[in-house]
């Protein structure tokens, strides 16, 4: 108690350490962990909403057989089950068609991809994205399907919702296999939707699975499965169960593997960006050093007069340790104070000035968050490098004769 009770005399009594000096020290402290909290934040965010808006439209695991469709859907699904066991959750069939969709003298290339309405909900959250219209798959009085494309998709060929467009696909001649004859499916608009990334926004048209599989010739067959697992970062461990278990016939892959290089870049990326912005830190216990040497010149009798009574060195070295740690406490609480204020700014400036642009990050907008890791990491560090700045003054301190401190006294 006694400890505690001269680290808070020490750092508050009679106002002699909390002047100008130490206040800059701290504030300067306070500064340097909230651009950590920011910089993390903001990196953690770009990671989460990337991995997010990936599981959306691919799910946890996609599988699909190479150079084929999957025709024995009941056997396949079975066994996979069987494979994955209690991290299994739900699992929902796809087809899928490279096609060019043509509208109003434009061109671009799309894919069209078909869904099975009962089960798709089990492992996409694609319905929740929904910008306008709805997500109606059922034929018009015209027998043409209904569809719900990407907004970048919808903004480059300038389609509303009941426009009917038209997408095409080569199919080889009956008569002649080298011969291309163009097969055209016309779909209607009824839904805009927003994937969350501009690749995806920019080709992705979205219909039944049936309207797919008729379009494509598939008949009963399916391109492959999505499948969604409890824990999306055992991911990597399932994929190499199902492909031990299925055999090289299936093409598996986990929502990293979607764009592994840019998830590995993201991650390298916020490694450095934390020892770099740690300098910050590193400078602001510098002023914290010189504010904690001015403070032991100013208790030279206080300390002698503790040594004269029988107080050891690593006792005074304690409590002007305990200072540093206060200063290390005040630093991290106000930092994540002013980090969290900063964040909620970013996210507005994002609202009001679109200052990511999609065509460059793949993303329009991040979700601004911070994981427990981060907030465990900048703590830890910041109160170490603290703590640890205090040891010079507290040393000098701690060899302080008692005979020195007094003599003018």
């Known amino acids: 108690m006694l400890r505690i009770w001269l680290v808070i005399r020490y750092f508050w009594g009679n106002h002699k350490l909390v002047n100008l000096t130490s206040f800059l020290a701290i504030f300067g402290m306070i500064l340097a962990v909230a651009s950590l909290v920011v910089s993390m934040a903001v990196v953690s965010g770009f990671f989460s909403t990337l991995k997010t808006s990936v599981i959306n439209v691919t799910s946890h695991i996609v599988m699909s057989r190479s150079g084929g469709l999957i025709r024995n859907r009941t056997e396949v699904e079975e066994k996979v089950k069987k494979i994955v066991g209690k991290n299994f959750v739900a699992m929902s069939p796809y087809v899928a068609l490279e096609a060019v969709m043509g509208h109003k003298k434009k061109l671009a290339g799309v894919l069209v991809e078909g869904i099975e309405d009962a089960s798709v909900d089990q492992v996409l959250n694609i319905r929740k994205h929904l910008l306008e219209g709805a997500f109606d798959f059922e034929k018009n009085e015209d027998d043409v399907p209904g569809a719900v494309v990407g907004k970048s998709l919808a903004e480059k060929f300038n389609i509303q919702i009941g426009d009917v467009f038209r997408v095409v696909i080569p199919r080889s001649s009956q008569y002649d296999r080298e011969a291309i004859r163009p097969k055209l499916q016309k779909f209607q608009l009824r839904g805009i939707i927003d994937l969350g990334r501009q690749d995806f926004n920019d080709r992705y048209i979205v219909s039944s699975q049936k309207a797919v599989q008729e379009f494509g010739g598939f008949g009963d067959g399916i391109s492959g499965y999505w499948m969604r697992i409890k824990e999306a970062n055992d991911s990597g461990a399932i994929v190499y169960q199902l492909i031990s278990g299925l055999g090289s016939t299936y093409w598996i892959r986990d929502w990293r593997d979607v764009n592994r290089n840019l998830f590995e870049a993201v991650e390298l990326e916020k490694t450095v960006i934390f020892f770099v912005l740690l300098v910050l ?57 002013v980090g969290g204020a900063a964040c909620y700014g970013f996210e ?28 465990v990491a900048i703590s830890g560090v910041t109160l170490l490098i603290c703590l640890v700045a205090t040891l010079a003054p507290a040393i000098k301190g701690a060899y302080l004769s008692p005979v020195e401190g007094l003599k003018y006294e």
């Open 281 to 337: 830190v590193l400078a602001a216990s510098v002023n914290v050093i010189s504010t904690l040497f001015v403070n032991v010149l100013r208790r030279y009798r206080d300390i002698a007069i503790l040594k004269a009574m029988g107080a050891t060195r690593g006792f005074v070295v304690s409590v002007f340790m305990g200072i540093g740690a206060i200063i290390g406490a005040i630093g991290i609480i106000g930092g994540f104070a």
């Open 348 to 375: 507005w400036l994002q609202d009001s000035f679109h200052l990511l642009r999609p065509e460059v990050y793949k993303l329009d907008r991040i979700e601004v968050y911070l994981n427990w890791q981060d907030i």
